[in-house]
């Protein structure tokens, strides 16, 4: 998309124009973080919405089902980022007028099947005639016991994530080389963090959280903005996929892999106190590896050989597509 | 879109196979509603979910900024068609790379103004990259006094419609005969029944209602089958809309527009006494006309000169696309 300069303008300046002209005061959980609140403590109600369309965000071995699986996780996995328990889906799915009943009916068993899996119900929604096939998924959620946002790490707490990052991005990767199969898994099916959310949400322990779609650099940014806080993380101690770790990337795209690439569906928290992670830990079967602390200031750096300041940066959809134009 | 034997499936054939797929119980009110209901009583919580796109929902006439609008007040008719109160809207903004900046800020601008105008906040949403404008609403809200369902009918009820029909299909002629401007409003700026929906729910003497976007017979047969009851129309009872009677169309094809075709966003409903449609036509801007009764038995029927049962058909966006193709 061109400005009016014909310049390219990014996801987060089209979101930041368009949260001016809707006027949205941010609220306390506000357009700025995974779902809308309504409501206030635990049973507050979550509200998140997500469209996925065939020519930006299935990648071409995705099987149909695979397309209606991926809507539900993204919605869910925004649930997930605030500690809430899904409680229904509305779907619109776009139909393209040349797609046939079958492919039709496999994405919509995909979407069912995903659904069943984490017991929410599709509780409404409709088909439209579209240009291409487009599913737009909302997710309705409950707070648990804590609401958890992107604003509320403070000085001393320590900053942890679910499972192991690169996956998505190693997948991708693999994808580009031609491989199709298992090793796309990561891309094409994620696993949205729900059942680790809502006990994030539980222990009463954890100050902020967020979902690493974006990248873990983009991610920490926003807790580090909506916080006011610095987050110090350390190169050595993020836990690296092992499907990254395989791929033969040299140093410098592995760190980009692990740091910038989107497409994770882990969480990255903060929490009050180390023990509270463990004791996290020990009732979850996804792995949580702290990977840092939360101190004064501002900014998100990296500590390894040498100690740096993150670029504020991460998976944009829209310049992914610049850069993916004609793939395929 | 073309099931697996080569036929066309109509919209309701594919939701229905959705529902099956989807395993969705009919819920007390559920996708068989104009929303999804979460909770019981006053202030349950009321979702509707519908996607517009560049190819099916806009006539070429439309400004970016009704293309906005139009999103919104699509969404806010199906609250209050169950009496609903908005409290909350989500937009996902699907652009084409293609698509220049201002434009999609007169869509923002629309979308703003129209929820601004029923003093509704735009609590969250997302813009993605897609292969043609697709904007999905959600509208968030809350069930007033009573809530509006289609199945509350009772024998001895009496019909009634806000405003007037056939607005939309007098305004869609228009615009087949290129004629642009203030003819076409019916069709580029409906006005959801907010208020009115509010009213009929806070009456209390309301038992169900819709709203007709889909068409006349095809929302009474809604009521008739969700209510179990028959619904009996008189002909000259229907508030026939200015435009459609200047229009020139003959009587047989007046009567297709009035009876059969959408796009009016004017409610349907039944209430247990003609007083109370009165009392209630009192306090609104917006006419209320009594255009029949609720009886036992089933189906819609229609008097007039001579008396005949509706045909369970309306408006349906695959159909009429067929019909279109290569409209502009």
Known sequence: MKNVDGHHLTERGIIGELRRIFNSPPPPAGMGDDCSVIGKGPGALLLSTDMLSESTHFV??????ERGRMAVSVNLSDIAAMGGRPVALLISLGIPPDMDATAVRRVAAGIAERAAEFGVPVTGGDTKRTGELTIAVTAVGRAGRRLLTRGGARAGDWIAVTGSL?????AYSAWKEGRRGRPLTALTSPEPRVREGMALSD?????????????LAASAWYISRASGRRLEISRELIPV??????????????EEALIYWGGDYELLFTARTRRSVDELAARLETPLTVIGRVGAGSGVYLNGERRRRLDERGYDAFQAMEAAEGRN
Chains 1, 2 share one sequence.
Do not use: F, N
């Not at 690169?166 to 190693?170: D, K, L, V, Y």
């Open 60 to 65: 071409a071995g995705m099987t149909w089902r």
């Open 241 to 254: 996929s092992r499907a990254l770790e395989e791929s033969g990337a040299d140093r410098d795209a592995l």
């Open 166 to 170: 690169g996956g998505a991005a190693a």
């Open 203 to 215: 222990s009463g322990m954890v100050t902020a959280a967020i979902d690493i779609t974006d990248g």
